[in-house]
């Protein structure tokens, strides 16, 4: 009901009316009466259309409104993408086409990124390998920080380049021209590809509500005075396919990245091993290439999700994706009120990483630090919350590769390094974080997770999607 208080309507009745005068006459008081039944039926009809524009409201709103949070880079545009080809798979069907030049950047600037090591004057500077990393002092999650030392690289090639290689950086050079243009189509207003450094190829970002999908869509037809710049790219990287698969299996190269110690392969949006088929003329995007696909979103991205499931066909769900720089954390807090759950993604095979903002920070504590942010928050105290540890693909292939957990977190000490105990370690740091500083005794559901297959992860979003409505119909008093 709305609040009372003395309301004036245009007819000039008052209610709740005034007290009577003390010597009014019967005149006087069958008008008042008069006045005060009208003013009551104006105040219903009011009540009555509030009401019913409340309950239109109900109607309205979407049954489930779902936070994804997490640093950049943790995977939470790719569980988007699981979302939406789990739950929503007509419309995702619908979308392929604008990823095909998505894929088309990502490949390129893969090679562009070979091509910048072969180069006399590389794009990028010397980043401090891991062989230097400095261990000083303690967080207060017992995890030692690696501080990394940085130093400008040298003039010339950090690949020095054989003579067939030089052949081939000639011949690959138009693909320099084709990131440009597919990078200014995707991201319209801010094209230029932001290389972030010697262990990681360039990134494109699109701003939240830019409309890339149907800038990428765009065809000739609706842009008549200029060709097809889409298809242009495209012939492009087919004519360019052979001197990108030479140029990929060429043992000098792959001998530099590794002494160099830059794994691409394990990069969001790597398609090298699969020029083959995309590098062709009718390449249509598969499911498992949209969900390889890298574009970083800045801000926040809306996703309205009408079910497509017989169980919920025609509601809607709605998923924030937010950009989880330190930069663009800020703009989270508003999006905490009324969410009914959180899924909180951290890439558990980033701990021999920095984050790409403050090469200070190693990404694995940045990830306990933002845990516990988002565990200690009172708002978020009857939210559920569902963390995901994911990228255990990636954890497994550099574990097996040699890489010591226990170098970049001391406290795991000489335990096995394999990826079952090593995520079992991290499945109870996160957890302890959630029993210390949770603000109510709620159940913490986890999950270990590699968003990019989504057979695994299909069975995950149906466990996801029950603990959500059963939670919510707890919430809401109905069990």
């Known amino acids: ?155 010339g090639p950090i690949i020095e380049p054989t003579p067939e290689l030089k052949q081939l950086r000639m011949r690959l050079s138009p693909l320099k021209r084709v990131e440009e243009m597919l990078s200014k189509r995707i991201s319209a207003d801010d094209p230029n590809p932001v290389r972030k450094g010697l262990n990681s190829a360039s990134e494109v970002s699109v701003r939240s509500g830019s ?22 790219a495209g012939r492009v990287i087919e004519a360019c396919r052979d001197d990108i698969i030479e140029l990929w299996a060429d043992p000098v190269v792959q001998k530099g990245l590794k002494s160099n110690e830059i794994a691409l392969q394990e990069q969001s949006g790597f398609f090298l091993n699969e020029v083959s088929r995309i590098a062709v003329k009718d390449y249509t995007p598969t499911p498992e290439d949209i969900l390889k696909a890298r574009l970083q979103t800045m801000g926040v991205e809306e996703h309205r999700l009408i079910m497509e499931t017989a169980t919920e066909s025609g509601k809607e769900w709605v998923i924030y994706d937010v950009g989880g720089s330190r930069g663009q954390r800020p703009a989270w807090a508003p999006f905490f009120d009324d969410v009914n759950a959180i899924i909180f993604l951290a890439p558990i095979s980033a701990f021999n990483q920095t984050l790409s903002e403050d090469k200070s920070v190693n990404r694995l504590w940045d990830s306990f630090y933002l845990w516990q942010s988002i565990c200690t928050n009172r708002i978020l105290a009857n939210v559920t919350i569902i963390l995901l540890l994911n990228k255990v693909d990636v954890l497994e292939a550099k574990l097996q590769a040699g890489v010591n957990f226990s170098k970049y977190v001391t406290s795991y000490k000489d335990q096995p390094n394999d990826v079952e105990h090593v995520s079992k370690y991290l499945k109870a740091k996160f957890s302890a974080i959630h029993r210390q500083h949770s603000n109510r005794n709620r159940k913490l559901h986890i999950h270990l997770t590699t968003a990019t297959d989504h057979r695994a992860t299909s069975i995950i979003l149906v466990r996801i999607r029950e603990v959500i409505l059963t939670n919510n119909l707890i919430d809401s008093d109905f069990v």
């Open 1 to 155: 009901m709305r609040q009372r208080g003395s309301i004036s309507y245009e007819s000039g009745h008052v209610w709740p009316p005034p007290p009577p005068e003390r010597d009014e006459t019967e005149e006087q008081r069958a008008e008042r009466l008069e006045q005060e039944r009208e003013a009551k039926r104006v105040s219903d009809e009011i009540d009555k259309a509030i009401e019913q524009q409340r309950e239109e409201m109900k109607k309205r709103r979407p049954q489930m409104k779902i936070l994804l949070l997490g640093q950049a880079e943790s995977g939470k545009s790719t569980m988007l993408k699981n979302f939406q080809l789990q739950f929503t798979p007509k419309a995702f069907k619908a979308e392929s086409g604008a990823w095909r030049a998505v894929i088309h950047l990502n490949l390129v600037r893969s090679v562009n990124f070979i091509l910048d090591l072969l180069s006399p004057n590389p794009r990028f500077t010397h980043a401090g390998s891991p062989a230097s990393v400095i261990i000083s002092g303690s967080d207060l999650l017992g995890q030692q920080q690696p501080q990394y030392v940085h130093t400008d690289g040298p003039v």
């Open 211 to 232: 409309g890339w999908k149907a800038l990428a869509r765009l065809s000739h037809r609706t842009r008549p005075a200029s060709p097809d710049e889409l298809e242009d």
